[in-house]
């Protein structure tokens, strides 16, 4: 890769690090022409492969770009070493909608590239995803106390199940496309509120 890619003005570094998101998840590795990224980011083809030698590590590049903003964005909104689990829940979302914000493709580029099956990549990319995406390490920095929540909970199944449901969320609205973000926040809002009667410890 070119450092002269990171030497670009960041608005340009963007709409590149866009298109490419943009392009490869609407088809596989295979059917994603580097010309058709570099029109949809404004720039040559020829320019395009001075910033990436090849369309391999353009791939890469964007799907290590997925889970370092994840984790800096995550860290950033203090998601991390929480011992209050809705207060956690609520900066995660938050933190995933200035995600999509900035990158409005990556959710459908990084489901994409982790099913992807052409050997070319595919080994690279779970290599990648054990690398970062560790689940336990993930539930390990989440330090609930048990006391706050209603007695005889199942604490894990609960996490999954808000989890799981916060994440579809995400993806549904995501999919529509021309995401309505005061929308999705009402949506949360109102969602970590039934949670918090649910499975709260009354007083």
């Known amino acids: 890769m070119n450092e002269k890619f990171f030497s670009l003005p960041k608005e340009k570094r963007q709409r590149i690090i866009n298109a490419g998101y943009r392009v490869f998840s609407r088809n596989s ?26 369309k391999k590590e353009l791939y890469l590049f964007l799907w290590d770009k997925c889970a370092e903003t994840t984790i800096d964005v995550l860290t950033q909104y203090g998601c991390y070493g929480q ?69 005889g909970l199942d604490i894990s199944l609960m996490y999954r199940e808000m989890y799981w449901a916060s994440e ?10 021309n995401v309505d973000f005061d929308r999705m926040e009402k949506d949360f809002t109102e969602l970590i509120g039934f949670w918090k009667h649910i499975y709260l410890k009354k007083e």
């Open 29 to 54: 590795y295979k059917n994603s022409p580097m010309s058709e990224i570099a029109a949809e980011a404004g720039i040559s083809k020829s320019l395009l492969f001075h910033y990436f030698r090849n």
């Open 83 to 151: 011992t209050e689990l809705f207060e956690s829940i609520e900066r995660g979302i938050r933190a995933k909608m200035e995600i999509i914000r900035r990158y409005p493709d990556m959710a459908n580029f990084s489901v994409h590239a982790f099913c992807e099956k052409d050997a070319e990549i595919s080994a690279a990319i779970q290599e990648s995803y054990h690398r970062y995406f560790n689940l336990k390490a993930d539930r390990n920095r989440l330090n609930l106390d048990p006391a706050q929540f209603i007695p």
């Open 168 to 177: 579809g969320y995400l993806w549904e609205m995501v999919q529509r496309g």
